[in-house]
């Protein structure tokens, strides 16, 4: 569904070059998903900005089902990190999750089926009307988790969702991405500095290294597929997957 090949990313401007993805080459299969994890700044958020086509690539290519990326294609939602940026505060809950739909020009009964719908698998249901300002920062992202579920991607990305949010309310979250995952089967590429988000959620996770920055490892996360944070997390071989990113990432931050 994903194939990223010999992608480079180098931002110049006069005086300052900065080389933030040497060659980066991987695939992600229909229904995946894969974490992406290394050391900050090392080109996490470039790399997904690359696949999202909001950013041009300096060399290679990524395709999206065997089309080569120039701009967002049509069929991909992405979730960032500042969900208060990402809401129009001036729209209802309701509205915001719509709004990429009537751009897409789906009809209007269809709409609200899919309004309904996503709204409900968020647990969000009742506030529908509610403005994103009156509703808490777990709240707002599942907001934006909805309008991405709406838009019935063929590929999710998410840059870091859960970071700005409080550990009870993330462990909510990364559940019901996974159940979102597993319901509407969705390829999801899924950004985040957090290690045990990234073996917890992934089926592979891809270290970085630093910049410059390459693949260091693609690790299959060999847990089994029914994940629950606290059977899961309490598992020898999430100690071991863990523990062995953790050292990865250690490597990488020392070889600078
Ligand atoms: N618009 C830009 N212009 C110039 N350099 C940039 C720009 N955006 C990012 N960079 C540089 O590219 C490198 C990678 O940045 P990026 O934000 O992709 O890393 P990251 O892994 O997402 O970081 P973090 O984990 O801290 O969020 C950094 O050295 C950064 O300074």
Same mark, same amino acid.
């Given at each position: 569904m994903l194939e990223i090949s010999s992608l480079t990313k180098v931002y110049a401007s006069p005086g300052r070059r900065v080389e933030a993805l040497r060659s980066i080459t991987f695939s992600v299969g229909a229904g995946e998903m894969v974490c992406v994890v290394g050391p900050s700044g090392c080109g996490k958020t470039t790399l997904l900005r690359c696949v999202a086509g909001l950013l041009p690539v300096s060399g290679g290519e990524v395709r999206v089902a065997g089309v080569p990326v120039?701009?967002?294609?049509?069929?991909m939602a992405v979730v960032f990190q500042e969900y208060g940026r990402s809401l129009?505060? *001036?729209?209802?809950v309701w509205q915001n999750v719509e709004l990429p739909l009537k751009e897409k020009r789906v009809p209007a009964a269809r709409r609200r089926e899919l309004v309904t719908d996503s709204l409900r698998a968020v647990g969000l249901g009742d506030v529908? +009307?509610?403005?994103? *300002?009156?509703?808490?920062g777990g709240m707002q992202q599942r907001v934006a988790i909805a309008r991405a579920v709406a838009y019935e991607p063929q590929v999710m990305l998410m840059d870091?969702?859960?970071?700005?949010?409080d550990a009870q309310t993330r462990a909510d979250l990364e559940d019901l991405i996974l159940r979102l995952w597993r319901d509407l089967g969705v390829t999801t590429l899924f950004v985040t500095h957090d290690i045990d988000e990234a073996v917890y959620l992934g089926q592979r996770v891809l270290v970085l290294s630093s910049s410059?920055?390459?693949?260091?490892e693609d690790l299959k996360? +060999?847990?089994?597929? +029914?994940?629950d944070q606290l059977t899961t997390r309490s598992l020898p071989r999430f100690g071991e997957l863990r523990g062995h990113v953790y050292r990865q990432i250690q490597q990488a931050r020392g070889s600078r």
């Amino acid at each position: 569904m994903l194939e990223i090949s010999s992608l480079t990313k180098v931002y110049a401007s006069p005086g300052r070059r900065v080389e933030a993805l040497r060659s980066i080459t991987f695939s992600v299969g229909a229904g995946e998903m894969v974490c992406v994890v290394g050391p900050s700044g090392c080109g996490k958020t470039t790399l997904l900005r690359c696949v999202a086509g909001l950013l041009p690539v300096s060399g290679g290519e990524v395709r999206v089902a065997g089309v080569p990326v120039t701009g967002p294609p049509p069929r991909m939602a992405v979730v960032f990190q500042e969900y208060g940026r990402s809401l129009f505060p *001036w729209m209802t809950v309701w509205q915001n999750v719509e709004l990429p739909l009537k751009e897409k020009r789906v009809p209007a009964a269809r709409r609200r089926e899919l309004v309904t719908d996503s709204l409900r698998a968020v647990g969000l249901g009742d506030v529908a +009307d509610a403005h994103p *300002w009156q509703l808490s920062g777990g709240m707002q992202q599942r907001v934006a988790i909805a309008r991405a579920v709406a838009y019935e991607p063929q590929v999710m990305l998410m840059d870091e969702p859960f970071a700005a949010v409080d550990a009870q309310t993330r462990a909510d979250l990364e559940d019901l991405i996974l159940r979102l995952w597993r319901d509407l089967g969705v390829t999801t590429l899924f950004v985040t500095h957090d290690i045990d988000e990234a073996v917890y959620l992934g089926q592979r996770v891809l270290v970085l290294s630093s910049s410059p920055t390459v693949i260091m490892e693609d690790l299959k996360i +060999d847990l089994p597929p +029914d994940r629950d944070q606290l059977t899961t997390r309490s598992l020898p071989r999430f100690g071991e997957l863990r523990g062995h990113v953790y050292r990865q990432i250690q490597q990488a931050r020392g070889s600078r």
